[in-house]
């Protein structure tokens, strides 16, 4: 690799290396309250049932914007809403006793045909540090989204702690655990961001192995597996 190549690997390693140290930093600052309703231009509130976040309207339960894309619509007991780029809704904490705001570049329809595969143990769940395995070698875009995605939800919803470690050895990753799926002595958790061109005929997957979460697309599909995993946990898919 040319000097001038691999300073560049360092300073896209760096970059996202700082994402997740800011993650654990300063996300928890972020404000949990619940959604201002000029944001939707509907009237939140949690349901009786089920304690999660609906959106009231007199509206029907999709809206369209004027030039006919849908802009919110009702997903189960949640309400997506496109603010800004970005697919919003809300989930009740019910251990915190608060609504968390959760923005995603992918709403609840358009993750619908990720595909979920395998287990995970129950130990998965035990220490309060993840791992995120980085691959030191990628450069892209959509995989620096779904790893900042991932890290925001970690800290915020599931509360658990973000620890950056690499794939394979490399000369930025000095001071960074290398640890994967496929390494992994200490039977550690870990989430492994994968990749991967014509990953299942175009479509994006999560894996689940014992310790180990795969989550593995080529370019917006894996952002979309990202998405899809962090709509599973808050119980929404």
């Not at 970059?15 to 996300?27: G, M, N, T």
């Not at 309207?57 to 009702?74: A, P, R, V, W």
């Not at 597996?225 to 946990?233: N, P, R, S, V």
């Amino acid at each position: 690799v040319s000097p001038g190549l691999r300073g560049h690997y360092d300073q896209n390693l760096f970059y996202i290396f700082l994402l997740v140290i800011l993650s654990v930093l300063f996300l928890r600052h972020f404000d949990t309250g619940m959604v201002d309703e000029s944001l939707y231009g509907v009237a939140p509130f949690v349901s009786e049932s089920g304690g999660s976040f609906v959106a009231s309207s007199e509206l029907s339960n999709e809206s369209y914007s004027e030039n006919g894309d849908t802009i919110s619509y009702q997903y189960g007991d949640f309400r997506f809403a496109l603010y800004d780029g970005l697919w919003w809704t809300a989930v009740y904490l019910e251990d915190r006793n608060t609504i968390l705001q959760v923005p995603l570049h992918y709403g609840a329809l358009d993750i619908e045909h990720v595909v979920f595969s395998g287990e995970l143990d129950l130990e998965f769940d035990d220490d309060a540090d993840i791992y995120i395995a980085i691959d030191p070698n990628v450069q892209n875009k959509y995989y620096t989204l779904a790893l900042s995605e991932i890290n925001f939800n970690l800290v915020k919803g599931i509360m658990r702690r973000p620890v950056a470690g690499c794939t394979v050895s490399h000369e930025a990753c000095t001071e960074r655990e290398v640890i994967s799926c496929s390494n992994n002595p200490d039977n550690l958790p870990i989430i492994e961001f994968v990749l991967e061109e014509d990953a299942l005929n175009g479509r994006g997957r999560v894996e689940f192995d014992e310790m180990c979460i795969k989550v593995i697309g080529n370019e917006d599909e894996l952002l979309k597996a990202a998405d899809a995993l962090i709509l599973l946990w808050y119980g929404i898919i």
